[in-house]
């Protein structure tokens, strides 16, 4: 990603939408949620985690690391998550330093949805990373960037799976489905070439986000459909960028979706109130709950949520600011991972999503206090 400085225009309109926006559509997770929201634990190890160990190798597009990556998630979603929908979303592109050859970009996308609603009829919550590695220097992992992120939403998918399921069967036996805004689904999307091959250009970044967004916004549900196409269908784009380093910063920098910042805000702050979190940071990793109206609209970070919220998606973006000191260099591996911050952003995107998902309908019992 790259750091730009740009000034929005939009700032009436932007704030109408944010008075308008539905600050409080669910209820609060209890404490009693948020301590059975598990942290992953050993599946985060760097040497032989389930989650992470795999994808801490070089995901280049058109190497065989891209592959194994892919293997990895398609994998894990086919055996253990066969409720999701696997889907690839496949491009290919010319690059500044691969010449003619045509680079294969292919996005990943797992999905759940009520299983009585037809297409263009929910409203989902989309989680977002990408999945490749920079090209250069040789090598190159990409812990932060993002294998974290990615392995953290496998993590998400997992947990909230059955809780899913048990929100889908007891809407299904009381008919409450029907109504858009309770029917809710949730999709990862896994996105390829986001990094630059020779130097941040448009053209040279965000290779896969830039295809997608394209072809979703000529994606035409049928006439009859709630929403118009699947850009139209995200309730909130989440992209998780940059993340697994000691003491990070994310910053609230859009207010259209800043009451969406601030529940997950108060979701840190509860956790660590609870004692809930293993990390002991200089300050919250959320710190902006409180920020000013008229300090937003200064600058933003250029990443994979671009061509979407140049089409009108909401954006909420979780990427440390500063970057983390190991960013595009040799040392951004697994030895340079802070884990238990890795698990505390685990534990805070998981309780999030329950959140947002209004997960308080099927709230686990005393029994089911066991932790992954
Ligand atoms: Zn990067």
Known sequence: MFLARISLLLQPLVLLSWLASPASAYTALSDHFLKFVPSGGDDFDIENGKLLAPILIPRVPGTPGQLAAQEHFVNFFRNELPSWSVEWFNSTGK????????IPFQNLLFKREPPWVQEGQSNILTLVAHYDSKIAPEGFIGATDSAVPCAILMHVARTIDRFVTQMHDEMNALGEGGTVPMDMGIQILLLDGEEAFLQWTETDSLYGARALAEHWETSHFPANSFYKNPL??????????????ANPTVTSPFLPTHWAYRAMATIEQRMRQLNLLESNPKGPFLPDAEKDISSFGRGMVEDDHIPFMRRGVPILHLIATPFPSV??????????????TVRDWARIVTAFALEWLDMMEVEPKDEALEKT
Do not use: E, N
């Not at 139209?232 to 380093?245: A, C, E, H, K």
């Open 95 to 102: 690059t500044p330093v691969t010449g003619d050859r045509d």
């Open 232 to 245: 139209d269908q995200i309730s909130m784009f989440v992209l998780l960028d940059l993340l697994g380093s």
């Open 327 to 340: 960013w595009h260099t040799m040392s951004d591996d697994g030895a340079h991972l802070d884990m238990p």
